[in-house]
């Protein structure tokens, strides 16, 4: 199993312009989320998938849109990337939202500057 | 709302040494505890979870942790570092019934020769 999978691991853009990042994970888990990692602030959730059609606001999704593709794909878009979005983005998913054991699983992380 | 604080965003530590990362947290109602750590250009992997039971958890490569309710504590701990556990380690914490993740900025592991 490759657990969770994150598409591209680095990109460069110009203010302005568009992109999707992509995430799969082949665990057969329901909930799927997107963070970003800021040097001192930790991770902050963007958005969360708790199932498949389903999507919610995390703490700061502004800026961003998400899409749950199916079970296995949850996508991030920027649709007019900003200097303040250069960041690394983490993917994770988990078996059962809300269950007590949940435990979440991190991808590798995409490396996002904005020019 | 819940809330995490890492005290010290860096723990420079000797080989062999004994070393401590805290962690408290602060919520009105009870939560799930959580250590994850990052080593250099990876994402995060779980090191031991709080659910409930007893305060003392063990976790992988030789970590282990401490829930202190009346303190709302959750320390990592381990008896003696390596250079490879040189990271950066996130303490989380979540309300049950809820699926979200609250995590503190982070500590970084330094570990020398």
């Known amino acids: 199993n490759a657990g969770v999978t994150q598409t591209p691991k680095f990109q460069v853009l110009k203010t302005g312009q568009s992109m999707t990042l992509q995430c799969a994970q082949d665990m057969n888990h329901n909930s799927m989320y997107w963070y970003r990692q800021d040097p001192g602030m930790g991770l902050r959730l963007i958005y969360y998938s708790a199932s498949e059609g389903t999507t919610d606001k995390g703490e700061v999704p502004n800026g961003y849109n998400v899409s749950r593709l199916n079970k296995r794909e949850f996508s991030l878009r920027l649709e007019s990337a900003a200097p303040s979005q250069t960041s690394v983005y983490f993917c994770a998913s988990s078996q059962q939202e809300k269950s007590s054991t949940d435990t979440q699983y991190f991808g590798p992380g995409t490396r996002l500057t904005v020019l | 709302a819940q809330s995490v604080t890492q005290l010290d965003s860096q723990v420079p530590v000797f080989e062999e040494a004994p070393v401590e990362l805290r962690c408290n947290y602060s919520s009105s109602v009870s939560v799930y505890l959580f250590w994850y750590v990052q080593y250099p250009n990876q994402g995060l992997q779980l090191l031991l979870k709080?659910?409930?039971?007893?305060?003392l958890v063990k976790g992988i490569n030789g970590f282990e942790a401490e829930f202190n309710k009346s303190q709302t504590s959750f320390h990592l701990r381990k008896p003696s570092v390596h250079i490879s556990d040189t990271a950066e380690y996130f303490c989380a914490v979540r309300t049950p019934g809820y699926s979200t993740l609250t995590f503190g900025k982070g500590t970084m592991l330094l570990v020398s020769p």
């Open positions: 709080y659910l409930s039971g007893s305060t």
